[in-house]
């Protein structure tokens, strides 16, 4: 491992996001999601799904918000990184170089198949798609993608392969 990343957590226009404090390279590790695990009730139980921060990892199992900057990565239709699994933790991993400053990101899609929530973009890229949805509404092209670039969980991967 490098040198240790760190962030901002700063406001935008979508809530809170979180920024490069220095320039992180592509494949780079970023972040772990840390929150606990919880069933899929206790996700459903959230009174502010825009505002809860979960984070699906099997059917019916979800990390929970651990408070830290995990909690804050925003979505964007293309982002400059992806959600990786490795030895049973759950990391943020650089898709593209991310220079200092810049928000980092994550595509919610890659890690949603809930058949539950869904919401309107604002992330203004020009790939957006307008609507974040579950992985199996996402183009195929995108699709394959994502698929390429190891960033599509194993509980939606056994599902498309
Ligand atoms: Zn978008």
New binding site residues.
């Given amino acids: 491992m490098g040198k240790p990343m760190s962030f901002d957590i700063r406001k935008t226009h979508k809530g809170l996001g979180v920024f490069a404090a220095r320039s992180i390279l592509r494949g780079d590790r970023v972040l772990e999601f840390k929150g606990e695990r919880c069933s899929k009730e206790v996700y459903k139980s959230c009174n502010t799904p825009d505002n809860c921060h979960f984070l699906q990892i099997d059917d019916d199992t979800y990390l929970g918000p651990s408070g830290e900057a995990d909690d804050y990565v925003n ?4 982002p400059n990184c992806g959600v990786r699994y490795s030895g049973g933790r759950i990391f943020l991993h650089a898709i593209r170089d991310i220079a200092n400053g810049e928000e980092l990101s994550f595509d919610y899609s890659t890690t949603m198949d809930e058949d539950h929530w869904e919401m309107k ?5 020009k ?4 609507t ?1 949805r579950d992985f199996k509404h996402l183009p195929e092209n995108v699709k394959k993608r994502y698929i390429d670039l190891e960033i599509v969980p194993p509980f939606i991967l056994k599902k498309v392969l």
């Fill in positions: 979505h964007s239709c293309d973009c604002r992330c203004g890229s790939e957006c798609r307008g974040v």
